[in-house]
């Protein structure tokens, strides 16, 4: 069924006034926005990911990931080319609260020290920024994210159990169409200022280059023909990355849910090795990632699952958002650099309130 875009936001509005479970998503450079409100709010948590619907995972697999079905649900789209894209709507008196810059300067300094030792060759370090608006609008929060971030994955998840989430994440877990695979190795991030020289230093490249080869070391025996393009340069939002593509084919015997397992979490928001550089952040980082640095996406509908990594979100409790940022931790880190590179990411969500 498609909507105007107001009568699609009415109807968006109404199921969160009634605490019905939805989510709302367009896929990155395109203009089509997809809803799907669920007739209940079972929370269901048990994925096979043999059904149709829409995911949304922890960073944690051992935590509740959920999904919401399409055979429960009422489904309905629109498209936002109306919009004009130089409008930006303002939220109204925003409070910055003061981040922990000294834990996580120290938190950045102990990393470092663990991987000259040898503990892992690389761990994200992520933090949670909270503000506060006096009026937040779900509906001009999402369209001043969509108008902001045409190259991302637009989102907005909300269940009553869990709360209401929203991001635009420029990051592709994975692509799968019958049994075509695609994903992406992203790493590497620098704000650049107009009229100024993108340079990538060593430490970025060998951040990329390190998603790049646990992609490959962990799929070459699931995916035949692996193809991999050289790396680029790509924007989101103010912020630059890296970007490497990589293409293959899926035998019939390899499952979905078997490949989604491999990639997640990718060292671009967990490190390397996975398994050491994840239980150093669940010891250390002091405060639960949530849905920050998982997955989301459809699964299966069209023959087609397409699920992105949970970057640049934020969750929304009445008037209180939290922001969550975070960055590779390698031996060439400085911890201050560290820390400014997760102001200039904490500004991708800002902008949607000034």
């Known amino acids: 069924m498609n909507l105007t875009l107001t009568d699609f936001f009415n109807k968006i509005e109404t199921a969160f006034d009634k605490r019905q479970a939805f989510v709302v998503y367009k896929k990155p450079n395109q203009i089509e926005i997809n809803a799907q409100i669920q007739l209940n709010n079972d929370l269901i948590s048990k994925v096979d990911f043999e059904e149709s619907g829409f995911i949304f995972a922890p960073f944690n697999n051992e935590n509740q990931t959920i999904f919401f079905s399409i055979i429960n649900a009422e489904i309905f789209k629109s498209d936002y080319s109306e919009l004009d894209a130089n409008k930006i709507i303002p939220a109204i008196n ?3 609260k003061t981040p922990n810059k000294d834990f996580h300067l120290k938190l950045v300094a102990k990393a470092i020290e ?12 992520s933090r949670k920024e909270a503000i506060a608006v006096s009026q937040f609008n779900l509906r001009k929060t999402y369209i001043t994210l969509m108008q902001k971030y045409p190259s991302a994955m ?3 998840w909300f269940h009553p159990e869990i709360g209401l989430w929203m991001g635009a994440t420029p990051e592709l877990l994975c692509k799968i169409h019958k049994n075509h695979f695609s994903t992406v190795a992203l790493a590497g991030t620098k704000a650049v200022h107009e009229n100024e020289n993108l340079i990538w230093s060593s430490k970025e490249e060998n951040e990329q280059q390190l998603v790049t080869e646990f992609i490959l070391d962990e799929l070459k025996f699931e995916i035949q023909n692996l193809k991999i393009s050289a790396p680029y340069s790509v924007k989101a939002g103010h912020l630059w990355h890296i970007k490497t593509d990589i293409d293959g084919e899926i035998p019939e015997n390899i499952s979905i849910k078997k ?17 050491n550089a994840k239980d150093f952040i669940l010891k250390n980082e002091n405060y639960n990632r949530e849905f920050y640095t ?18 640049r979100c934020m969750k929304i409790e009445d008037q209180n958002i939290s922001i969550f940022v975070g960055g590779g931790i390698t031996k060439d880190s400085i911890p201050e650099n560290e820390w400014e590179e997760t102001v200039a990411k904490t500004k991708t969500m800002k902008s949607c309130f000034y």
């Open 94 to 96: 925003v409070i910055n």
């Open 259 to 275: 490949i989604i397992q491999k990639l997640h979490p990718t060292p671009a928001v967990c490190g390397l090795p996975k398994e």
């Open 294 to 311: 998982g997955y989301l996406g459809e699964i299966n509908l069209n023959k087609t699952t397409e699920l992105f990594v949970n970057l």
């Open 114 to 125: 663990k991987i000259h030792l040898n503990n892992f060759e690389k761990v994200v370090i």
């Open 154 to 156: 637009v989102y907005c």
